[in-house]
C-alpha cells in the first residue's frame, strides 16, 4: 500500500497530473475526497485482467493465475501520458511487470 501512495503522490506533486488510488477497505479514493464513487478492486482485476476469484462468506477473494489467492489486489487511477505512468512504474524495484506496460 505505501508503494501505491508513493507512485500517487509522486505523480501528482512531482509531475504535476491526477492520480489517486482506492482505499480496499471503503471502495473510495483515498486522495479525492469529494468521490462518494465506489470500486471494486477484485471486480476491476477480473474484468480487465480476466482473473478469477470465488466467495468467502461476504468477500470476495481475488485468484491470480500464479501466486493463487496470496495477492493484495491495488488499483491506481493516474491522468497522465502512458510514457509518464510507465516510466514512473519502471522506477520502482520490481514496477511495471504486466504486458500492458511492457509494450
Known amino acids: 500500500?505505501?508503494?501505491i501512495f508513493?507512485?500517487?503522490?509522486?505523480?501528482?506533486k512531482f509531475v504535476n497530473f491526477r492520480a489517486d488510488f482506492i482505499d480496499p477497505c471503503s471502495g473510495l479514493p483515498m486522495l479525492t475526497q469529494s468521490c462518494n464513487k465506489v470500486y471494486s478492486e477484485v471486480d476491476g482485476m477480473e474484468?480487465?485482467?480476466?482473473?478469477k476469484s470465488y466467495?468467502?462468506?461476504?468477500c470476495k477473494i481475488l485468484t491470480h493465475p500464479t501466486w493463487g489467492s496470496a495477492v493484495y489486489p491495488a488499483t491506481i487511477f493516474?491522468?497522465?501520458p502512458m510514457s509518464v505512468a510507465v516510466d514512473t512504474l519502471r522506477s520502482?524495484?520490481?514496477?511495471a511487470t504486466h504486458s500492458f506496460v511492457n509494450k
Open 1 to 3: 500500500m505505501i508503494l
Open 6 to 12: 508513493h507512485l500517487s503522490f509522486f505523480l501528482m
Open 47 to 51: 474484468c480487465l485482467l480476466n482473473y
Open 55 to 58: 466467495n468467502a462468506g461476504f
Open 78 to 80: 493516474a491522468h497522465c
Open 92 to 95: 520502482y524495484p520490481g514496477g
